[in-house]
């Protein structure tokens, strides 16, 4: 549509109506290399319409990121298991407490009080510096 309404505008500028075709396929691919173009510079034109300001990521505080979760995972693994079970299905994995504790089988309360001593222990192992000091 918008090569024939282009074509419409610049007909003035066709000088042998035999080379019309070749003539609307020129204006065609112009047409098509700058809506390509557009959709290219789409997303940075959005970045410029968005109403708060670019803000590029913080790649240290990433790596630092990745680092807090090898030491969590490191100290998850060196839970006993009862306690690594009920922090993998309650911290983890998300499930409420009911179903955590009907997955392992047993109650909320005993549950509730391996999560307790889980998270003791993470927090312990963390704060002893198992990673070693940054």
Same mark, same amino acid.
């Given at each position: 549509m918008e090569?024939?309404?282009a074509a419409y505008r610049a007909m003035d500028q066709l000088r042998d109506p035999s080379a019309m075709r070749g003539w609307l396929a020129? @204006?065609? &691919?112009? @047409?098509?290399?700058r809506m390509k173009?557009?959709?290219?510079?789409?997303? @940075?034109?959005?970045?410029a319409d968005a109403e708060e300001p670019f803000v590029a990521p913080d790649f240290d505080a990433m790596l630092d990121e990745g680092r807090i979760r090898e030491c969590v995972r490191h100290a998850v693994?060196?839970?006993?298991?009862?306690?690594?079970?009920?922090?993998?299905?309650?911290?983890i994995e998300q499930l409420s407490a009911e179903e955590a504790a009907e997955r392992l089988g047993i109650g909320v309360r005993n549950l509730k009080s391996r999560l307790h001593?889980? &998270?003791?222990?993470v927090r312990q192992e963390l704060d002893s510096g198992i990673c070693g000091a940054g």
């Open positions: 090569t024939l309404l020129t @204006i065609g &691919r112009r @047409i098509c290399r173009h557009k959709e290219a510079l789409a997303p @940075i034109l959005a970045l693994e060196r839970l006993p298991e009862p306690y690594r079970e009920a922090y993998m299905l309650r911290d001593r889980a &998270r003791l222990r």
